[in-house]
């Protein structure tokens, strides 16, 4: 296609709040404005935050539930915003949650006549089962989430973890595929001073491993997991420091939990680290990257850290961990602290697999998102077209 595409992408959450799925959504919005006119319908997260981007961002009013760390989005309620949507010509819509701004993102496609994309991002199912405790109530809303994913022309899984949940448990049955995530990240050129820069800040010692979480402080992450894990490893007079990148709503009972399991001086919380380039150091000075999320579905973090060949060591079930092979570019643990932490002790015993896991991490695991907009657009003009010849057959 010669002319620019109008590109649409729907998000249910948006900046200043920050998870992977925003960052997803960003960073295919700031490459993709090089080749198309793109805009981001989002909920307004902060009144005070400033939309500074080189894309077009359209905010609707929102809400905050006591009972959620995300805004409820209101499109319904807010004239100004469905009458912006409505005066609108897009060429496609991407839709990237099933909830009320991308909701109404397919009903406009639908309306407009124009074909629509979704990205799989989430196992909605648990978040469900989290807040509703009625089977049946839970059984309906997936439902009812599902029937946004179904008016899809296709839908992509991040991983083929999630596709097949998602045809074998959510009842998709639009067509679907894989589209993997990847980085902003670039490795760092200059290893060996990134190394003793990060371990000088964090004070560890010579003859500590150095590991890694970086994510959002919540429990749902598993973290309390990597703490008892931890406790036995200091009980086998293993040496470490632990550094947790990130904030959130469990930093507190996380600081309580350290502290009944006598790890307060093994243990680091960091807060979150914006400077890029300072958490790509970081990731090049670690040894290993703990990541035993059972609640991910392809975290962006796992694609960080093989950015700079640092290994992840996963539980074997997890959708997160269904891209990686075992032992060739990523470890994996039973779901269980002590043989996550015993695991941990294989590892450092066996320093060949290590370095071969470690480059294959890199090698296999790590794509930029330059790399991946190029394709996007592409696989975006075969969605148009496609959609253009149902259309004349019907």
């Not at 309906?140 to 998602?166: P, Q, S």
Request: with cysteine; glycine share 4%.
């Amino acid at each position: 296609m010669e002319k620019r595409l109008r590109i649409a992408l729907f998000i249910d959450t948006y900046f200043p709040m920050i998870d992977g799925v925003v960052m997803v959504v960003d960073n295919y919005a700031k490459r993709l404005q090089e080749f198309a006119d793109v805009t981001v319908f989002c909920p307004t997260v902060d009144k005070g935050f400033r939309d500074e981007f080189n894309y077009k961002v359209v905010r609707c009013k929102s809400f905050k539930p006591f009972f959620l760390d995300y805004v409820a989005p209101t499109p319904r309620l807010d004239r100004k915003f469905k009458r912006y949507l409505k005066e609108q010509r897009f060429d496609i819509i991407h839709i990237h949650s099933p909830f009320g701004i991308s909701s109404m993102g397919v009903r406009h496609a639908r309306r407009m006549g124009i074909p629509t994309v979704a990205t799989l991002h989430s196992q909605y199912k648990q978040d469900i089962q989290k807040t509703v405790k009625l089977g049946w109530l839970s059984k309906l809303i997936l439902g009812h989430l599902m029937k946004t994913f179904n008016r899809c022309d296709e839908c992509w899984a991040v991983n083929e973890g999630m596709r097949t949940l998602y045809v074998n448990e959510y009842g998709l049955t639009a067509p679907n595929r894989v589209q993997c995530n990847a980085s902003d990240f670039l490795p760092i050129e200059d290893k060996a001073a990134a190394r003793e820069e990060m371990r000088q800040r964090f004070g560890v010692a010579e003859g500590e491993r150095l590991f890694l979480f970086v994510g959002r402080i919540n429990f749902i992450k598993n973290l309390p997991f990597i703490l008892e894990a931890l406790a036995h490893l200091k009980a086998n007079g293993f040496a470490f420091k632990m550094v947790f990148v990130g904030s959130g709503s469990d930093t507190e009972p996380l600081k309580k939990r350290i502290e009944e399991l006598g790890l307060t001086d093994d243990v680091i919380l960091a807060g979150a680290i914006s400077e890029r380039h300072e958490l790509e150091k970081l990731y090049a000075a670690s040894d290993l990257f703990l990541f035993p999320s059972l609640y991910d579905a392809n975290s962006l973090v796992q694609i960080e850290a093989a950015s700079q060949g640092l290994p992840t060591l996963f539980i074997r079930e997890a959708k997160t961990a269904s891209s990686c092979t075992e032992d060739q570019n990523a470890f994996m643990s039973d779901n269980d602290p002590k043989a996550y932490a015993e695991k941990i002790i294989d590892i450092f015993k066996n320093q060949e697999l290590y370095t071969t896991v470690s480059k294959n991490a890199q090698k296999e695991l790590y794509t930029t998102w330059d790399d991946c907009v190029r394709h996007l657009i592409s696989d975006y003009e075969q969605i148009i077209a496609r959609h253009a010849g149902n259309e004349k057959r019907t």
